[in-house]
């Protein structure tokens, strides 16, 4: 099914993800730093809802149909 899209909201979808990419690469690089085992747990979380909440958004823009 495709779902129309003003350009505007295509842009909107693509800044999120672009925002959603730079949150997950920090987590995943503060991993690397982080000493606490808690709060490297909650960076190990927040990576994998990134990769899942990224390919949701792929999964939006694959399906978009300009209008």
């Known amino acids: 099914m495709n779902s129309n899209y003003a350009l505007h909201e295509m842009l909107e ?8 990419t730079v949150c997950m690469t920090k987590s995943k690089t ?7 085992p808690e709060l490297n747990q909650i960076l190990r979380q927040d990576v994998q809802l990134s990769q ?8 939006v823009l694959s399906k978009v149909t300009l209008t």
């Open 30 to 36: 503060m991993q690397a730093l982080v000493t606490d």
């Open 52 to 59: 899942q909440q990224l390919q949701e958004l792929s999964g």
């Open 13 to 20: 979808v693509h800044e999120i993800a672009a925002f959603k």
